[in-house]
């Protein structure tokens, strides 16, 4: 199946238009199963776990994944 550009002179690169210098960075970071579903991160002097609900496995004591991810939309 083809699909025609609808715009054809539109510009879709967000990054062509910029002048001057771009800031890159990148960050380094670790993670570890410690126990089931329960599992630990850490990135610089930073650490989170995050873990599943028992009735997925996990032992419930820490946010899951999907929760830390809703959190990070809203930062």
Not at 15 to 40: F, I, N, Y
Not at 63 to 70: D, H, I, N, R, V
Request: proline share 8%.
């Amino acid at each position: 199946m083809v699909i025609r550009d609808p715009k054809p002179g539109v510009q879709y690169d967000p990054m062509a238009r910029v002048t001057g210098s771009v800031r890159l960075s990148s960050v380094e970071a670790t993670a570890e199963v410690v126990q089931d579903q329960l599992k630990r991160g850490r990135a610089g002097r930073w650490e989170i776990v995050c873990d599943e609900p028992s009735g997925l496995g996990g032992l419930d004591v820490a946010p899951t994944p999907l929760q830390y991810f809703g959190m990070a939309v809203l930062f």
